[in-house]
């Protein structure tokens, strides 16, 4: 089955302990994103990957790394969490770059909850 | 930054009617989109209007663009229960930009 997989699906952790949020696509898309979703803020993106070794910043990036050294994994690294970084975090893949030949929609993740006390 | 605005903010209607949202945004676009979201789930993709294109159906949705006024809407016609979910407008400029979406509940 064609899908983005993330893990964990929940994840409590303490300010200040680094944890990885890892993303795989099954599609071998090369576009791949991190969002965030916060209420009342809607999904703001985080950084996204042209390719492989390929990475840029979003609207949100200050206190997230990303790395794609493999076209089918994106993870997302958090150095030192802080509580507002406390959000659903999604993860897509697209099969076509942004630009005016994209017809096609991106594949989300399942979300991923974090809280960090 | 905040591209696409949905209106309105959250939409209840009985089952059998038609729903309608609507999306503006403020720049030029590749494509719009629109996605499903059920209760803190995945988003789903629900189809794309590319910017020379000024509506698309598919099944019960139909999907209007007016790139002069820099809007969209999205129709869902005999909705059902199923159909409750929040919906979301994404522009597509350098990838997506997401409004804040519309809530939507279908009342049985």
């Known amino acids: 089955e064609a899908q983005v997989t993330q893990n964990p699906r929940y994840l409590i952790t303490v300010t200040g302990k680094k944890l990885t949020v890892t993303c795989s696509q099954n599609?071998?898309?090369?576009?791949m994103s991190w969002y965030r979703q916060d209420p009342g803020l809607g999904l703001r993106q985080i950084y996204y990957?042209?390719?492989?070794?390929?990475?840029d910043k979003g609207d949100v990036p200050e206190g997230y790394k990303v790395s794609r050294k493999e076209k089918r994994n994106f993870p997302l690294i958090l150095e030192s969490p802080s509580p507002n970084q406390t959000s659903l975090y999604f993860c897509?893949?697209?099969?076509?770059?942004?630009?005016?030949?994209?017809?096609?929609?991106?594949?989300f993740g399942s979300g991923t909850r974090l809280t960090v006390v | 930054s905040q591209q696409g605005e949905e209106d309105p903010q959250a939409l209840s209607i009985q089952e059998g009617e038609n729903a309608t949202m609507n999306c503006s945004y403020k720049?030029?676009?590749?494509?719009l989109q629109w996605y499903r979201q059920n209760s803190g789930r995945g988003l789903v993709h629900l189809i794309l209007?590319?910017?020379?294109?000024r509506e698309k159906h598919s099944g019960r949705l139909r999907v209007t663009l007016d790139t002069s006024k820099k809007s969209s809407s999205l129709l869902i016609t005999a909705s059902r229960a199923a159909d409750t979910a929040s919906y979301f407008c994404?522009?597509?400029?350098?990838?997506?930009?997401f409004g804040k979406g519309t809530h939507l509940i279908i009342q049985p």
């Open positions: 897509a893949s697209s099969s076509q770059l942004p630009g005016p030949l994209g017809n096609y929609g991106y594949t």
């Open positions: 599609m071998n898309h090369e576009y």
């Open positions: 990957s042209m390719n492989v070794e390929v990475t």
């Open positions: 720049t030029s676009i590749n494509n």
């Open positions: 209007i590319r910017s020379n294109e």
């Open positions: 994404a522009t597509d400029v350098d990838g997506l930009t």
